[in-house]
């Protein structure tokens, strides 16, 4: 699993930043690890003659598109439709708006969440150098059609933006009253200054 300390290594000694999907699907996949994979043996051809990579790519995503259909129709078989939590607390077949501050904090993430998706943390895209799950090394609407299979849509959008995202939206830590900011603020203080006393 991908290590938080090598990321911020790299944040402090000027490391690259995060490439959105879109900007990978421009840039093209990466180029292919010299270790054959076991989809791509597989995928060889009679007496072990490797087929055209572009069709091998093809073959590995569309074995991994029916995977993911027969494990999502094994899904409804034994748990029902899927069903999406309301801010009420209720559970209905359609999909919520996305929560704007949600949206914020996976904005603010999506560089940590990346480098740990790209360094170990994605098993088809360490085996591959590609992922439709999380749409790495692949285009979005590669990525796009590989979720709305089994009814979900993409995280952000073809330009590379967060859907729901309200741009200026304040962070509820920057309120005056947010409880960080009064009740365990307070808390905090006692434990640092060494008074008796806990956080939760």
Request: charged share 20%; glycine share 10%.
């Amino acid at each position: 699993m991908p290590r938080l300390s090598v990321y911020v290594d790299q944040q402090a000694h000027g490391g690259a930043p995060a490439v959105s999907s879109a900007a990978a699907a421009a840039a093209g996949p990466p180029p292919p690890s010299p270790a054959v994979s076991p989809s791509a043996l597989r995928a060889a051809g009679p007496a072990g003659q490797q087929l055209p990579a572009k069709a091998t790519q093809e073959q590995q995503h569309v074995a991994v598109a029916a995977k993911l259909q027969e494990d999502y129709a094994k899904r409804l078989r034994e748990h029902g439709p899927r069903t999406f939590r309301w801010a009420d607390g209720s559970l209905r077949p359609e999909r919520p708006q996305p929560q704007p501050h949600t949206v914020a904090n996976r904005q603010r993430w999506a560089q940590l969440v990346r480098h740990c998706r790209t360094h170990g943390g994605d098993r088809a895209f360490e085996r591959q150098g590609q992922s439709l799950r999380h749409g790495l090394g692949v285009s979005h609407q590669q990525h796009a059609d590989f979720l709305g299979s089994i009814g979900l849509e993409t995280e952000m959008d073809a330009a590379g933006v967060h859907r729901g995202a309200v741009p200026g939206l304040p962070s509820p830590l920057d309120e005056p009253d947010h409880c960080f900011n009064t009740y365990y603020k307070e808390g905090a203080e006692a434990v640092f200054k060494e008074r008796r006393g806990r956080l939760l």
